[in-house]
């Protein structure tokens, strides 16, 4: 197999006899633990063959996110994988790779482009800094002290609130302060204690209790105007997070319950 784009495969599963060999003649025997990690630049000819049941996270690292981080987290212009398979389980890239592994199989509601992306800048910045060259100049992110201003956090919370129901994405909200998606992230956080994520769903889930007590819309439309994909998606993430479901919240007097 030739690689199209870089590509980051993550183990879920023990591999005890894992074969592989990258851009190379050269077939290396392994045993493979979960959360063993393989970075295969674009370009480079791959051949792996294991004997036993796998599950794995394959992901192609997109070249656009790659290079704006490099660029702006990194302040660098260029780079190179340290390509084949990690010497040792790689915990942190497991951990996160098991999330995104979560959210792109979920069948229970909309997919969140904001999480994936927050999920994918996470994990590819953790793979720059520990299996890069980046990572072996010993460059680290560049910091960006203080947060966001007050007037870039109204910015991105005003439009958070004027778009609830849209599947937003972290390029989107980053391009509002004229930042990185990496320094988006780490900037939001230290503004708010939380990440954009969790923000927009308490934003979405505070104006669905609003609209629940104080108008007559079904759950359903309720739902569908805070960007939830049902009322039962919406009952679900309400009693998680907020620990109260809809049917707890003091209705106007004959609504339906759907």
């Known amino acids: 197999m030739t690689a199209r784009a870089d590509i980051a495969l993550v183990m879920f599963t023990p591999q005890p006899k894992r074969t592989i060999a990258l851009a190379s003649d050269h077939r290396t025997s392994l045993f493979a633990p979960v959360g063993h990690l393989e970075l295969v630049p674009a370009g480079a000819d791959l051949f792996a063959k294991w004997g036993s049941f796998k599950e794995n996270l394959f992901v192609a690292l997109e070249p656009a996110r790659v290079r704006n981080l490099v660029s ?16 040792t389980a790689d915990e942190s890239a497991l951990a996160i790779a098991r999330l995104i592994a979560a959210e792109t199989s979920t069948s229970d509601g909309r997919k969140s482009q904001l999480y994936l992306d927050s999920l994918m800048t996470a994990l590819t910045i953790h793979l720059l800094r520990r299996h890069s060259s980046i990572a072996q100049s010993h460059s680290s992110p560049t910091i960006m002290r203080g947060g966001l201003t007050p007037q870039l956090l109204r910015r ?14 972290l390029t989107e909200l980053a391009e509002l302060c004229s930042l990185s998606a990496g320094h988006f992230l780490r900037a939001f956080r230290q503004s708010t204690g939380e990440t954009p994520y969790r923000y927009l769903m308490l934003l979405r889930l505070r104006q ?51």
């Open 72 to 87: 702006a987290d990194f302040d660098s212009d260029k780079f190179e994988w340290n390509g084949g398979p990690s010497a």
């Open 156 to 169: 991105v919370d005003e439009h958070m609130r004027s778009h609830l129901a849209d599947n937003l994405s």
């Open 208 to 258: 669905a209790t609003l609209l629940i007590a104080t108008t007559r819309l079904s759950l359903r439309t309720i739902a569908e105007m805070t960007g939830f994909s049902s009322h039962s998606h919406l009952s679900s993430t309400m009693n998680r997070v907020l620990n109260y479901t809809p049917r707890q919240i003091e209705r106007p007097k004959g609504m339906p319950e759907n």
